[in-house]
């Protein structure tokens, strides 16, 4: 138990709180006339000049409730606080200052965790000053007045906690995809350097009849190959999960050939090369082919009515294109992208690439790739 409440002490606030976006200026837009209206028309409220005044000053809160949380939150509740204890008044008797849970809501999901008990260690002080001001019914209301307090915190908890672990799943698959590549690389230029040493080595061995400056350039070769592959797969051994160097180079644009035709179950696969390629870094033309590959596993695995997939790569002297659609049905709504897709994103980018994925304007889905041609990596 003192752990936990020492982890969430320690929490800090979460990266990036979003700025204000113009869903906070329309609900300040839409509270505005609410709080007027409601004001105006209600007959029950005691205080109504005072009560209106409170909730419209204290509506700008909710613009600053991600960037500081624990301030917008403070203000209107001390600030209530004390009119309930100089005056006895009650200036949050209007409907509309429910908004006030929003703020409840915000400091759960963007504020740290000394902000988040400060908060609720102000906001249960605030209940009692009403209890005590005989605004708030002691026994079953201040019950009631905790348990929606407690929810909103649990909300925001709640989506702080689910965006959380969206992050580290993302994260995780960046970092999958890294590895990816630079097994990728390391196969590709290992195969090569493995080449070079055994050709160093038997030069070595036929070289009596040549001069020794020969047999001394080859051992340098020999040396600085045996050495760059000694270290390039210390390096990669820690990306590895494990698993022996292949010394076999890696897929290329060409392997895109096996995608096609059409499989027992699912749509058939037309694949069309374009451009000069015999130039293009191993790194390109692997990245082309997996984003290619998972590309063409998603239509087949989620384009509904899908009868055809193509695969479309064309290269000019500054890129490489790879554009793959299919013809099923769009739906609805839009799916938040998968983490196939951000794999896909993260690997272009490393190459200093694009890569984007949206439906057709009239029919199927396409993934659209932009690759330099000199694979520069990012």
């Given at each position: ?47 109504r000049p005072l009560s209106m005044v409170y ?29 309930q204890l100089v005056t006895g008044a009650d ?153 022996p160097a292949e010394l076999s180079p890696g ?128």
């Amino acid at each position: 138990m003192q752990g936990l409440l020492r982890s969430v002490w320690d929490e800090p606030r979460p990266p990036d709180a979003p700025r204000r976006v113009w869903r906070d200026w329309a609900l300040v837009g839409v509270l505005v006339p609410a709080i007027v209206l409601e004001g105006m028309l209600r007959t029950d409220l005691q205080w109504r000049p005072l009560s209106m005044v409170y909730a419209l000053v204290m509506l700008p809160a909710l613009l600053w409730r991600r960037r500081h949380p624990f301030a917008a939150l403070a203000v209107p509740v001390v600030v209530s606080a004390v009119i309930q204890l100089v005056t006895g008044a009650d200036p949050a008797e209007q409907g509309a200052v429910a908004y006030l849970l929003l703020l409840l809501y915000a400091l759960a999901r963007w504020g740290s965790g000394r902000e988040a008990v400060a908060g609720l260690a102000l906001i249960s002080g605030a209940i009692l000053v009403a209890a005590v001001t005989g605004q708030v019914a002691a026994g079953g209301d201040v019950v009631g007045a905790f348990t929606v307090v407690l929810s909103a915190l649990a909300l925001g908890g709640t989506f702080r906690y689910r965006a959380r672990a969206r992050t580290r799943e993302i994260d995780q698959v960046k970092l999958l995809e890294r590895e990816r590549l630079a097994r990728d690389l390391h196969d590709t230029v290992a195969h090569h350097v493995s080449a070079m040493a055994i050709r160093a080595q038997a030069g070595i061995a036929t070289a009596a009849a040549h001069p020794d400056a020969a047999v001394d350039a080859l051992r340098v070769i020999e040396a600085e190959a045996s050495r760059t592959l000694a270290e390039m797969r210390a390096m990669v051994r820690v990306l590895r999960r494990d698993e022996p160097a292949e010394l076999s180079p890696g897929r290329h644009i060409a392997d895109l050939a096996e995608l096609a035709g059409r499989s027992r179950v699912g749509p058939s696969v037309d694949v069309e090369i374009r451009g000069d390629l015999d130039d293009v870094p191993p790194s390109v033309g692997a990245a082309i082919y997996r984003i290619a590959q998972e590309s063409v596993t998603n239509a087949r695995r989620h384009a509904r009515h899908a009868t055809r997939i193509e695969v479309r790569v064309a290269a000019d002297d500054a890129s490489v294109r790879l554009h793959v659609s299919d013809d099923g049905d769009n739906t609805a709504t839009v799916p938040s992208p998968g983490y196939g897709l951000l794999g896909m994103i993260e690997r272009a980018g490393l190459l200093g690439g694009t890569c984007e994925a949206g439906p057709n304007p009239g029919r199927g889905w396409t993934v659209t790739a932009v690759l330099p041609r000199t694979g520069a990596a990012a």
